[in-house]
């Protein structure tokens, strides 16, 4: 028996539920194992947990409609229900017509989803609470997850946003770093501060990172926490172990979202310590709610050489690979 609590807030009741609660009636019908209770702004789900996940999922897609679209006809919420409303319709104006617009800049420019992998990410966010995006340099990872997340704290889908990097050292030393403690730590997060720096204005970015509304941390803070009711980020998670995979993906609470990013190409642990996240990759990818999404060279948003440059270090890779082969007598 399973059972999740969301809260529901900045949304008219009336709409949401419909008059006589004929919405959440319809809702009820759509899902028949699913025990459905709403108590001013908590919807309760209770009952087999893969029932009670997917109404759950349903229900947010529901609420995210409202929150974007200020409105939910009774004809949408049957044709979202039948699974016949696409993520570009579900989305909503915040597609911007199907363009794949994920949201907009603190400039007032559009976020997109620009290739067909980083388009799949965003609709694997949506139905999925655990999301693994493997690819190069340049595909756009890190970009899309910040942007998705952002856009779930706006639409009030979530309270926070926990973004998280392993400190590995990429070559250089961690400890001959000048200053304190986060002063060492900042350059490990400086891209996660970027993607936030474009993305929201300098003061309302400053609101959130003081009152902790989105935290930037090393991965081994996240130690001991419950993470719920937040977009949580992992980033350049090839250089995570699995026992730090382990710890990070068992802090989930049941109302958070979670999108791990990783290059395994780009792996900068030692040489006698696996990687965390293909061992995850292997491992858990069959669950019902966890999927993986690949992206490769043809997703590269960089400067035009980056993708030629992948190709190249691809092709000497499998070149190594076959000479390291034992050659057959």
Known sequence: MSEIVLTVEDIDPLELFGQNNSKLNLFRKAFPEVVVTS????????????????????????????????????????????????????????TGGGDHVIMYNSSGKPIK???KNQ??????????????AVGPAGTGK?????????????????KKIILTRPAVEAGESLG??????????????????????DMIQIEKLNYFMQNRIIEVAPL??????????????LDEAQNATETQIKM???????SAKCIVTGDLSQIDLPRSVHSGFKHAIDVLGHLEGITTIRLGAEDVVRHRLVRDIIIAF????????EASKPKAE
């Open 39 to 94: 108590r001013g702004q908590k919807i309760k789900f209770s009952g087999k947990k893969k029932a009670t996940q997917s109404a759950k999922d349903k229900f947010e897609q529901m609420v995210r409609i409202l929150k974007e679209q200020k409105t939910l006809p009774m004809p949408v919420l049957e044709s979202l229900l039948e699974g016949k409303i696409p993520f570009q319709a579900e989305t909503g104006g915040s």
């Open 142 to 158: 890190t970009y899309t997850a910040v942007a998705l997340a952002v856009r779930a704290l706006k639409n009030s889908l979530v």
């Open 314 to 321: 691809e092709k000497d890779a499998e070149k190594r690979k």
């Open 220 to 233: 081994a803070y996240m130690r001991g926490r419950t993470l719920d009711n937040a977009f949580i980020i």
């Open 176 to 197: 001959f770093l000048p200053g304190d403690l986060k002063e060492k730590i900042d350059p490990y997060l400086r891209p996660l501060y970027d993607a936030l720096d």
């Open 119 to 132: 388009q799949k990410m965003v609709a694997a966010s949506e139905v999925n609470d655990v999301v693994f």
């Open 248 to 254: 990070f993906l068992t802090r989930l609470g049941p």
């Open 113 to 115: 989803a620009k290739t």
